[in-house]
């Protein structure tokens, strides 16, 4: 340990070192010059980041649980029993992919719903293990870790898989990290967290779902997963793939200039197996009767008497999203959030009989009120429709059939979520009601009817990036269908049937959707044509926060470049009791860009700011 390196701070700043650990590996250079470049790229403080990246148990100075230090990984990782041989196309991506072994090189794995990605990432990672290196395994959410741990374990039976991710107990995280660290576990599989754990024989990076906006944290380091994921295989020299059906205008744009290499699996896997055929219900010929058009009940009639699963879609949790009076225009809201409060039925605790109201946006619940507050009406309605409505309208409908309900409220407890998923994969569940936790990269080989119910909101939205997204999710949830021999049917209600992206959807052209998108994003001028960062303030007043905002910008000098627009509220302006603005500033230069944003954060983290909260946004993705 070196004790002479002089510090350029003064003394009174510094502080006295307790103790080092000695029960954890030591970490790289290459690691710290990771969470250099991330500190800086996203205007965090250096030690913040560091210590916001490591498991809790190692952020104090006690000694290490025995359990999580004596968990010893062995490997033998030349076992390779893969479940299919691969198709022509498949064999292909691999051999490209694996040419680059040994440096870097960024390919974006653009395959069909069902065109077997997941085979791909085995053989690559196969070829990675013979070579004794690390292969880290990125995805967007906790829910699609079991699936493909199992897939891991069968085809890698020798070898040491690690799970990193905040779902874990404190322990077992800890465990999978110092095997990380170590380089004894060979595969690390995760959510965005890992990419930041230490990798001595990193190898490859596979990013599956590339194009999910979940990689994005939005809190502390408000790092893009999917970004630092592939810095850091620069870092490495070591190939990265961004696996996904639908990629980001981003990752697509990046092909487009020659960052990326495409590569394609342009066909299902399953000898047969076609894309679903996508038809457009239009909400106002067929009128619908509580939520659903006559076409899509019959749909799913048919197939309950054939046996086939339905997969019924609606973002919108809770039972209905207003509870209102009829008689003088009441509707329950949040006191906390300029937002609307969630009614939510009794089913999940059944010491409220009458179910509660739940803000979505602060978590603030309050009981259902037996009488308008207002006007004392005492017959209030719910309106319009969540998750659990229709699942107590298909209940009814439909009682004989098997029903299940899929989103966040259903899935508190994830052992619960992973028993439901396995029984609709065995094909235990005849309905599935869900969110777009349904949507993201599972596989019921029973399915063969996709039912959207209402995509419209995304389509109003003022959001830049609502038709991506709404694309993404949509040929994502749309892609669970038909994935075996039986051919599958997607039906999407909707009041606007003529909408360019339906169309799209129904061709399943995402290259023709990306590129109109992206010729709108080119002449408004919006990312991926320019960067973006956004400055956010929040206090109990408006004014307090726009008023930061107005002067934080007068403070600094704007260089050539850069433009900095006035501060706006966001669209739901009070959150939690904080009313919330942000300013956004763009550059078509990125270093211009950072400069800017770098001199404004300096200058901000100097002055003390009591009255307002804040911070920086680099590449924000979300804007409400
Ligand atoms: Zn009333
Ligand atoms: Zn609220």
């Given at each position: ?250 990752s697509w744009s990046n092909w487009q200039q020659k960052r990326y290499v495409r590569l394609e699996l342009p066909e299902r896997a ?56 009829e008689a003088c225009g009441w509707a329950a809201g949040c006191a906390r959030c300029s937002a609307r409060m969630v009614m939510h ?280």
């Amino acid at each position: 340990m070196q004790t002479d390196t002089p510090s350029q701070l003064p003394r009174s700043k510094l502080k006295s070192l307790l103790a080092i650990r000695d029960d954890a590996p030591r970490l790289s250079s290459e690691w710290l010059e990771l969470m250099r470049f991330l500190a800086s790229y996203y205007q965090r403080p250096l030690g913040e980041s560091v210590i916001g990246s490591l498991p809790p148990r190692l952020r104090s100075v006690k000694p290490l649980p025995r359990k999580a230090v004596a968990t010893s990984m062995a490997s033998s990782p030349q076992e390779f029993k893969p479940a299919h041989t691969l198709t022509a196309a498949q064999a292909d991506v691999v051999s490209r992919a694996s040419a680059s072994l040994g440096r870097f090189e960024a390919f974006l794995l653009h395959g069909v719903t069902g065109s077997g990605k997941t085979e791909v990432y085995l053989h690559l990672i196969a070829r990675v293990l013979e070579r004794g290196g690390q292969a880290l395994v990125i995805v967007p959410e906790i829910s699609l870790t079991p699936q493909l741990e199992t897939r891991f374990r069968q085809t890698f039976p020798g070898a040491a898989i690690a799970l990193l991710h905040s779902g874990l107990e404190d322990v077992a995280r800890t465990s999978s990290w110092l095997a990380a660290a170590r380089g004894d576990a060979s595969i690390i599989l995760g959510t965005r967290l890992a990419v930041l754990a230490p990798l001595p024989k990193l190898a490859l990076v596979l990013i599956d779902e590339e194009h999910d906006t979940s990689f994005k944290q939005q809190e502390g380091l408000r790092y893009s997963g999917r970004d630092a994921a592939v810095y850091r295989a620069k870092l490495a020299g070591c190939p990265v793939l961004l696996g996904t059906a639908t990629p980001s205008l981003e990752s697509w744009s990046n092909w487009q200039q020659k960052r990326y290499v495409r590569l394609e699996l342009p066909e299902r896997a399953v000898p047969g197996a076609r894309l679903p055929e996508v038809r457009v219900l239009d909400l106002r010929r067929e009128t619908p009767e509580q939520g659903f058009t006559p076409s899509s009940v019959s749909a799913i009639a048919a197939r309950l008497e054939r046996g086939e699963q339905s997969l019924i879609f609606l973002n919108r949790r809770g039972y209905a999203p207003v509870l209102a009076c009829e008689a003088c225009g009441w509707a329950a809201g949040c006191a906390r959030c300029s937002a609307r409060m969630v009614m939510h039925a009794a089913a999940e605790r059944s010491r409220e009989p009458h179910g509660r109201l739940r803000c979505h946006h602060c978590g603030a619940e309050d009981a259902i009120p037996r009488a308008c507050p207002t006007c004392g009406n005492v017959d209030l309605r719910p309106m319009g429709r969540g998750t659990q409505r229709i699942e107590e309208t298909l209940g009814a409908r439909f009682p004989a059939a098997r029903l299940e309900r899929i989103d966040r409220d259903s899935a508190r407890r994830r052992s619960d979520l992973n028993r439901t998923l396995e029984r609709a994969q065995r094909g235990e569940i005849d309905i599935l009601v869900g969110t777009q936790l349904l949507a993201k990269g599972h596989d019921f080989p029973g399915l063969t009817l996709v039912v959207v119910l209402n995509a419209d909101t995304a389509l109003l939205s003022t959001d830049y990036r609502a038709a991506e997204r709404l694309f993404a999710v949509l040929e994502q949830v749309a892609g669970r269908a038909g994935r075996r021999d039986r051919p599958g049917e997607v039906l999407v209600q909707t009041r606007y049937p003529e909408h360019p992206l339906f169309a799209a959807l129904a061709r399943h052209d995402y290259a023709g959707f990306a590129q109109s998108q992206l010729a709108e994003r080119k002449a408004a001028g919006f990312p991926p044509y320019v960067f973006e960062a956004a400055l956010r303030a929040e206090a109990p007043k408006l004014e307090t926060a726009m008023r930061f905002l107005r002067e934080a910008a007068r403070r600094v000098d704007r260089p050539e470049g850069v433009q900095v627009y006035d501060p706006v509220p966001h669209v739901i302006t009070r959150r939690a009791g904080y009313e919330r603005a942000q300013l956004i500033m763009q550059s078509s230069s990125r270093p211009a860009l950072q400069a800017y944003v770098g001199a404004l954060g300096a200058q901000l983290f100097d002055a003390a700011h009591r009255e307002v909260r804040w911070h920086l946004d680099v590449d924000p993705i979300e804007f409400d």
